[in-house]
């Protein structure tokens, strides 16, 4: 992924994939779908599960979600 519009063009237009994400996380797919409109929601747990989930690099996950993410858990 170049950028994280491009992740959440990724899975806002891939209704399966976005629906076994959020199963994955425990959590509805409006619920994703919201989390990932606003990065600040999401937790450090959800996160690490995303990570994994689309094998995504440390610079990545970084750049996608530490800044909202360390602000909202510090």
């Known amino acids: 992924m170049k950028n994280y519009k491009e992740f959440l063009k990724f899975i806002k237009t891939n209704r399966v994939l976005s629906e076994c994400v959020a199963e994955k996380l425990g959590i509805s797919s409006a ?18 599960v995303l990570k994994q989930i689309f094998h ?4 990545d996950t970084i750049s996608f979600f530490a800044p909202w ?5 510090y």
């Open 69 to 73: 993410v360390a602000y909202r858990n």
């Open 31 to 48: 619920k994703l779908v919201s989390k990932l409109d606003s990065p600040v929601l999401l937790t450090i747990g959800e996160m690490v």
């Open 56 to 59: 995504l690099s440390t610079k």
